[in-house]
Every structure is written in C-alpha cells, then in structure tokens.
C-alpha cells in the first residue's frame, strides 16, 4: 500500500524566499511521485515528477524536488517564491504497478510582499 | 500538451434530481479515466476507475449505484450523480491517462455541484 504524508497544512515565506513543501511517503513497491499544483476553482496541473530516474527532479516555474529513498522524502522546493506560486500544492505518490494515485492533504502556499 | 476538458464547469440542482459531468480527452485517447471528489480545502479522493468499454472500478465507500460512470469512448467519459442530495455538493474532477509511460494522469479544470 501506498501512503503520502506532507507536513504542514500551511506555508507562509515572503517574496524571493526560499520555498520547501514537505512531503515523506510509504510505498511497498519503487514509488513513482508527483506533486501537482492546484488555483482555486481549477484542476490539478502537474509541476513535476519522479519516475525512477534522476533523483533530483526539476519541474516548471522554477521548482524541483530530491527522491531521498533513505529518507522516504520528496521535498519541494523553489529558490525564490513568486507571487503567483502562491495556491495549493498536493504531493502524491502511485505505485508502479497499478494507475491510482494517492494524494496526500496538501499544503497551502501562501507568498507575502 | 495533453488537454482534458469538463463539462460543465458548476451546476446547481434541487434535491433528488440526476446530474451528468462530462469528460474528455481532447487530443489524445484516453484508455483509462479517473474520478476524484473534493471537498472544501481537502485533498482529492479517488471515487473509481474506468477503463474504455468495461465496468468501472469504485473505491470503497463510493456507491457505485448513486454515481454512475460511463466510458463509452476514447476520449469521453461521463459521471451521472443520481438522485443527488446536499451532502453529494462538491468539486468533481476527472482525470485521464493515456497510452503514455509512468502513470502520468492530465486532470480536467473540475466541476462545482451544488445540490439545494
């Protein structure tokens, strides 16, 4: 069974500061994650993902995250937040073996001038 | 890129009424398709999965007679809400997967029921 946990259902950083959403899961099997972004009122748009490959995953608008195995982590992470990165985001991790993804609660984003 | 597409994108209903969502993949054939609910500032919750011409798959808890869900097609499939009640108020979102490598699922914008 796959579970995703993210610590922190809020994040407040300041414009140009350093962003890290957290999130740790459990996967019986090599886990493929995800973390996608979420405005209000809208869908899921995916910022990036790791499939078994390079551990340090580089996604859009300047995010990225590190598969850390030992530490069963896929933190996200952005130099310097924006404005606009501020939303919701959703760490999820699916298994190889099967299509569902498992989301975790989210954290909210929120970016001050 | 991969485009999904829902239909509509809120309704409103009284109470014991039938609402249908559409959605659909709009340039790429989509042989498996997802259904999460939302509630307000919570996470997505996998209602069931649906495979192009087969039964769909529910996740526990989901009653599969209330929430009737069709994949005719490649690139349609549909989510009927009978009978809907207030407590069935939330924000629906499909997904779809193609034929593309890594579990990778394009999400629809979402669809807000309300059920008066």
């Known amino acids: 069974a796959q579970s995703v946990t993210q610590l922190g259902s809020h994040v407040s950083v300041s414009e140009g500061a350093l962003v890290l959403l957290r999130c740790n899961y459990s996967?019986?099997?090599?886990?493929?994650l995800f973390w996608y972004v979420q405005y209000p009122n809208q869908g899921l748009q995916l910022l990036l993902k790791y499939t078994s490959a390079a551990t340090l995953v580089k996604g859009i608008n300047g995010f990225e995250a590190e598969f850390k195995k030992s530490e069963t982590s896929f933190h996200l992470t952005k130099p310097s937040a924006h404005m606009s990165d501020a939303a919701e985001y959703f760490c999820?991790?699916?298994?190889?073996?099967?299509?569902?993804?498992?989301f975790g609660t989210g954290t909210r984003l929120q970016v001050f001038p | 890129g991969a485009v999904v597409s829902q239909h509509p994108s809120w309704v409103i209903c009284k109470s014991g009424t039938s609402v249908k969502i559409e959605c659909r993949s709009l340039?790429?054939?989509?042989?498996?398709m997802f259904w999460y609910r939302q509630f307000p500032k919570q996470s997505l919750m996998l209602m069931a999965t649906?495979?192009?011409?087969?039964?769909?798959?529910?996740e526990q808890g989901v009653e599969k007679d209330k929430f009737l869900i069709n994949h005719a097609s490649l690139t349609l499939s549909t989510l009927t809400v009978t009978s809907a009640h207030p407590e069935d108020s939330s924000f629906y979102i499909c997904?779809?997967?193609?034929?593309?490598?890594?579990?990778?699922?394009?999400f629809g914008p979402g669809t807000r029921l309300t059920v008066l």
């Open positions: 340039d790429f054939q989509a042989t498996t």
């Open positions: 997904s779809a997967r193609g034929l593309a490598a890594y579990n990778e699922q394009f």
């Open positions: 996967s019986s099997v090599p886990p493929y």
């Open positions: 999820a991790v699916s298994a190889g073996n099967t299509d569902k993804l498992i």
């Open positions: 649906s495979n192009e011409g087969s039964k769909a798959t529910y």
